[in-house]
């Protein structure tokens, strides 16, 4: 059963306000085949609450008929750019930052552990020149990653199973694995 907690969440955030709605549902299905038309509706769903909502409660609606239901919410980091530094949000945070600042935990290096679709994926964010670089280890070794922002998306491929994102700039992003599972880098 949906709690009532979620059904709260879902109805606070409306309508989608650009219909995107059937969308949405045809991604978490799997009937969206079209790449680009993947993309557009990740990048959606990064800054749209309702869609997230909806993305992530498709299961309950699949198999309304189950008690339970495996749970697709997505996971979400958080990082800060304050100078040469990054505050990363303690969420999934696999280490504490290394260094300490008169007892403030700064540093240029966060490590993440965060699930992501079936397994774990590690991410080290990086405080580079243009923004935050991003190191990626996921259980497929082999799998692309399409970083989806507002502006535009980048994929890359693994390089000895690492694959990086470089100069990250700030903003909402869905990070996935092969336009499948996916989760949200937030990063100011
Ligand atoms: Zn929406």
Not at 20 to 40: C, T
Not at 112 to 132: D, E, N, Q
Request: glycine fraction near 10%; charge should be negative.
């Amino acid at each position: 059963m949906m709690d009532r907690d979620r059904i709260k969440e879902i109805v606070e955030a409306g309508p989608c306000p650009a219909g995107m709605d059937e969308k949405v549902l045809a991604f978490a299905s799997g009937e969206m085949k079209n790449r680009d038309e993947r993309i557009a509706t990740l990048a959606h769903i990064a800054l749209c609450d309702h869609c997230r909502y909806l993305y992530e409660d498709y299961p309950a609606i699949e198999e309304a008929v189950n008690d339970t239901y495996p749970s697709a919410e997505a996971a979400e980091i958080g990082l800060t750019i304050d100078g040469d530094f990054l505050f990363p949000a303690a969420a999934f945070l696999s280490e504490r930052p290394v260094a300490g600042v008169l007892g403030k935990e700064k540093s240029g290096v966060a490590a993440f552990t965060v699930p992501l679709g079936k397994g774990t994926s590690s991410i080290t964010a990086i405080r580079s020149r243009g923004g935050v670089d991003l190191e990626i280890r996921h259980g497929d070794p082999a799998a692309r990653f399409y970083l989806v922002g507002a502006t535009g998306y980048a994929m890359e491929h693994p390089s000895d199973g690492v694959v990086r994102f470089h100069n990250v700039r700030p903003g909402r992003y869905a990070l996935s694995p092969e336009l499948r599972e996916f989760m949200f880098i937030t990063i100011e």
